[in-house]
């Protein structure tokens, strides 16, 4: 599982069923530019030849030829790679188009709706209030956010009971713990969970991936009023709780979510173009989001068009449109590769990047071991799916990496044995089972020559 894990169930795919969208009739925001090669920008962070970090310069490229094959079979507009090994950037290059129809090549520095890759962030920004002593993982998170104190439980608990509607609710027998939360133990699910989903929806809480009146203090709220589907601690199911840790940052913090990640986290590291709501000046640098189905080809997600696919809901242009509140621990952010690297490559540091230190070397070891073990077939730990071990590993990679994905086919994993950070980020949901992101990681690892 962990390789599926890696490859889609972070980033959402293999939870979600094909349906078909209508085109609309609105415009994307992209405004037309004349097409040009595929771009690399000058790097603001510290940079090598392959060579000189034990990759091969010949291998990389079959990187570049694999997105282009995609691109070529109408299956993705295009993709943005990176490899770094040893702190420095090997490889970064753009492949394709951020929009097909406005002729508008895809740049290295253009931005991303990183979906669930927002989740690692906000682990971070709990993990720096951990170590200032602000609480510690295993306290009740109802004594920082009362709405979650004497939850209700689902009986029988998912998964035992995967069909029947709620109904039956019986006290939970344990507090719900930062611990859990941070591990996806708590109980709390999506909207899309086929037991309870609808419920969700009918009281209005959000994903994350659509436009979202009101702050995520309200949307946590709405949350503490749903039944959990198991006992806190006793399961796993990927779900909102990075939206209520980015909720415990505001109120412990005493901050909204984006000015502590901006103050405390973006700034120190340098992720200039990182946010939950680009400014608008750029706008004009999002990607085009597509969707890919079988029977129509690839479809960019326009503006104002509501996606519905099976049990879930989202549109594509919540990053500049609409209220610009709601900022969504779990799903919210946008950012792009060189930006995300520095995240992942402090992380490697053991919590360190270019003299600024935001964890210590503690925490990183930490949130980077598997908490889940007997709870899921593959391995979590703290805001991060990890391999934990041999057998989990069914394509290139090593024992003891880390990594995440995002909704919209967005992919990175940390290796800290191999000294070694692999990144893609493209703009697809559905995906139609398209599996580059793996190819893309393996292709990273087999340019390792050392």
């Given at each position: 599982?962990?390789?599926?894990?890696?490859?889609?169930?972070?980033?959402?795919?293999?939870?979600?069923?094909?349906?078909?969208?209508?085109?609309?009739?609105?415009?994307?925001?992209?405004?037309?530019?004349?097409?040009?090669?595929?771009?690399?920008?000058?790097?603001?962070?510290?940079?090598?030849?392959?060579?000189?970090?034990?990759?091969?310069?010949?291998?990389?490229?079959?990187?570049?030829?694999?997105?282009?094959?995609?691109?070529?079979?109408?299956?993705?507009?295009?993709?943005?790679?990176?490899?770094?090994?040893?702190?420095?950037?090997?490889?970064?290059?753009?492949?394709?188009?951020?929009?097909?129809?406005?002729?508008?090549?895809?740049?290295?520095?253009?931005?991303?709706?990183?979906?669930?890759?927002?989740?690692?962030?906000?682990?971070?920004?709990?993990?720096?209030?951990?170590?200032?002593?602000?609480?510690?993982?295993?306290?009740?998170?109802?004594?920082?956010?009362?709405?979650?104190?004497?939850?209700?439980?689902?009986?029988?608990?998912?998964?035992?009971?995967?069909?029947?509607?709620?109904?039956?609710?019986?006290?939970?027998?344990?507090?719900?713990?930062?611990?859990?939360?941070?591990?996806?133990?708590?109980?709390?699910?999506?909207?899309?969970?086929?037991?309870?989903?609808?419920?969700?929806?009918?009281?209005?809480?959000?994903?994350?991936?659509?436009?979202?009146?009101?702050?995520?203090?309200?949307?946590?709220?709405?949350?503490?009023?749903?039944?959990?589907?198991?006992?806190?601690?006793?399961?796993?199911?990927?779900?909102?709780?990075?939206?209520?840790?980015?909720?415990?940052?505001?109120?412990?913090?005493?901050?909204?979510?984006?000015?502590?990640?901006?103050?405390?986290?973006?700034?120190p590291l340098g992720m200039k173009d990182t946010s939950f709501f680009p400014p608008e000046e750029k706008v004009a640098r999002i990607a085009t989001a597509y969707?890919?189905?079988?029977?129509?080809?690839?479809?960019?997600?326009?503006?104002?068009?509501?996606?519905?696919?099976?049990?879930?809901?989202?549109?594509?242009?919540?990053?500049?449109?609409?209220?610009?509140?709601?900022?969504?621990?779990?799903?919210?952010?946008?950012?792009?590769?060189?930006?995300?690297?520095?995240?992942?490559?402090?992380?490697?540091?053991?919590?360190?990047?270019?003299?600024?230190?935001?964890?210590?070397?503690?925490?990183?070891?930490?949130?980077?071991?598997?908490?889940?073990?007997?709870?899921?077939?593959?391995?979590?730990?703290?805001?991060?799916?990890?391999?934990?071990?041999?057998?989990?590993?069914?394509?290139?990679?090593?024992?003891?990496?880390?990594?995440?994905?995002?909704?919209?086919?967005?992919?990175?994993?940390?290796?800290?044995?191999?000294?070694?950070?692999?990144?893609?980020?493209?703009?697809?949901?559905?995906?139609?089972?398209?599996?580059?992101?793996?190819?893309?990681?393996?292709?990273?690892?087999?340019?390792?020559?050392?």
């Open positions: 599982m962990p390789r599926k894990l890696a490859q889609g169930f972070a980033v959402l795919v293999l939870l979600f069923t094909l349906v078909s969208v209508g085109p609309s009739q609105t415009a994307t925001h992209s405004k037309p530019a004349p097409a040009r090669a595929p771009h690399a920008a000058a790097l603001t962070g510290s940079t090598a030849v392959p060579e000189d970090v034990g990759l091969s310069s010949q291998r990389l490229e079959r990187i570049a030829s694999a997105i282009q094959k995609s691109i070529d079979d109408g299956r993705i507009a295009g993709g943005v790679s990176l490899v770094a090994r040893h702190g420095k950037i090997a490889y970064l290059k753009a492949v394709g188009m951020a929009d097909r129809d406005a002729k508008k090549p895809l740049r290295t520095d253009s931005i991303f709706r990183m979906c669930s890759m927002s989740k690692p962030l906000t682990s971070v920004a709990v993990m720096m209030l951990y170590e200032e002593g602000r609480f510690t993982l295993n306290e009740p998170v109802s004594d920082f956010l009362p709405e979650f104190k004497n939850m209700k439980v689902l009986d029988p608990p998912w998964p035992q009971d995967m069909t029947s509607p709620p109904g039956a609710l019986v006290d939970a027998k344990r507090p719900i713990t930062i611990f859990h939360l941070l591990t996806h133990t708590s109980g709390l699910t999506y909207q899309w969970n086929a037991r309870i989903g609808k419920v969700y929806q009918a009281a209005g809480v959000g994903s994350g991936i659509s436009r979202h009146e009101g702050t995520i203090g309200e949307g946590v709220k709405k949350l503490a009023a749903m039944p959990l589907l198991f006992q806190p601690g006793d399961a796993w199911e990927y779900s909102l709780a990075d939206d209520v840790l980015g909720r415990l940052v505001e109120v412990v913090s005493g901050m909204p979510l984006d000015k502590f990640m901006e103050e405390r986290l973006f700034k969707a890919y189905y079988a029977d129509k080809g690839l479809e960019p997600i326009r503006d104002d068009q509501v996606v519905q696919e099976d049990r879930i809901t989202f549109m594509a242009d919540y990053p500049y449109r609409g209220a610009r509140t709601y900022f969504s621990g779990g799903g919210g952010l946008c950012s792009t590769a060189e930006d995300y690297y520095r995240f992942a490559q402090m992380m490697l540091n053991g919590g360190e990047l270019n003299g600024v230190r935001i964890l210590s070397r503690k925490s990183v070891e930490l949130m980077s071991q598997n908490h889940v073990q007997g709870k899921h077939e593959g391995g979590y730990g703290l805001g991060f799916g990890d391999f934990s071990e041999a057998k989990e590993l069914t394509e290139l990679g090593t024992v003891g990496s880390f990594f995440w994905g995002g909704f919209y086919y967005t992919h990175f994993v940390i290796d800290p044995r191999e000294d070694f950070i692999a990144i893609f980020l493209g703009q697809l949901h559905p995906t139609g089972g398209l599996d580059l992101e793996t190819k893309t990681t393996n292709l990273a690892y087999q340019a390792i020559q050392d």
